[in-house]
């Protein structure tokens, strides 16, 4: 039976998941952090073969481990990320409704623009139990609480990110909520930001105040109150991110 593990990065209030197969031998890992020893002694203790490395989106907030996992695993691994991402380096698309498959579990992406242009949720399918989602990570799009924050220079818009909660909101409210941050992280709106590291759709569509909107004008009145501050390091965070800066140069990262 497939499982999920959430790994958790306290420094920068990360959280990456560990989704498994030990039945199949084959593992993904979503959201990496650049501590990437975890994610082998997880697949080494399931005997188990990471297949796919995703990033959510480009992220601008703490330094990905994608690549560096990736690469660790030579050529047995498939670096994912959304298609028309803007970095540097090869990676394989994929887009709206292409699915990953990690044995009995499958990965079913969703175009969720606003926080960056290329931000990309997934369901996630235990096929042995149902044909139908379980859960979702949401990566930066939604959290516990609240919603990433759109002022970072993903391009993604606020009417890109109206459009992709409702999509989010439409899910069936059992559906559970696996979100890349938990409380203090940078890249949030920070109204009610949680230290509750998942959730449910209907919990959130009920408790949290980002999503209790019924109209554009409404969603666009909320966002307009209390900007928080802008990190000084995200220019540097991202542009590393994105192959196009050396970590050395990448200020207290």
């Not at 790994?7 to 990496?32: H, K, T």
């Not at 019924?214 to 909320?222: H, I, K, L, R, S």
Request: charge should be negative; glycine fraction near 8%; aromatic fraction near 8%.
């Amino acid at each position: 039976m497939p499982y999920i593990r959430p790994m958790y990065r306290s420094e920068s209030s990360c959280i990456s998941y560990f989704v498994c197969c030990p039945g199949s031998g084959v593992a993904a890992v979503i959201d990496p952090s650049d501590e990437t020893e975890q994610y082998l002694s997880a697949a080494k203790g399931e005997q188990c073969r990471i297949t796919h490395v995703i990033d959510s989106h480009v992220h601008s907030d703490h330094v990905s481990g994608a690549r560096k996992l990736a690469r660790s695993l030579g050529g047995r691994t498939e670096l994912v990320m959304t298609k028309g991402a803007d970095v540097s380096f090869e990676y394989t698309p994929v887009d709206e409704g292409e699915v990953i498959e990690v044995g009995d579990a499958e990965l079913r992406a969703v175009r969720t623009p606003g926080h960056t242009q290329e931000s990309m949720s997934f369901l996630y399918l235990d096929k042995k139990r149902a044909a139908e989602p379980w859960g979702v990570f949401t990566g930066d799009s939604l959290f516990v609480g609240d919603i990433g924050r759109l002022d970072l220079t993903g391009h993604g818009t606020l009417r890109q990110a109206y459009e992709s909660l409702v999509r989010l909101r439409s899910l069936p409210d059992y559906v559970e909520v696996y979100p890349a941050h938990y409380a203090g992280s940078d890249c949030a709106s920070n109204r009610n930001l949680s230290f509750k590291t998942s959730s449910t759709i209907g919990f959130e569509k009920r408790h949290n105040d980002m999503l209790g909107w019924n109209t554009f004008e409404e969603f666009e009145e909320v966002m307009a109150k209390d900007p928080v501050a802008i990190p000084a390091t995200w220019r540097d965070v991202k542009l590393l991110n994105q192959g196009r800066l050396e970590r050395v140069q990448a200020s207290g990262q």
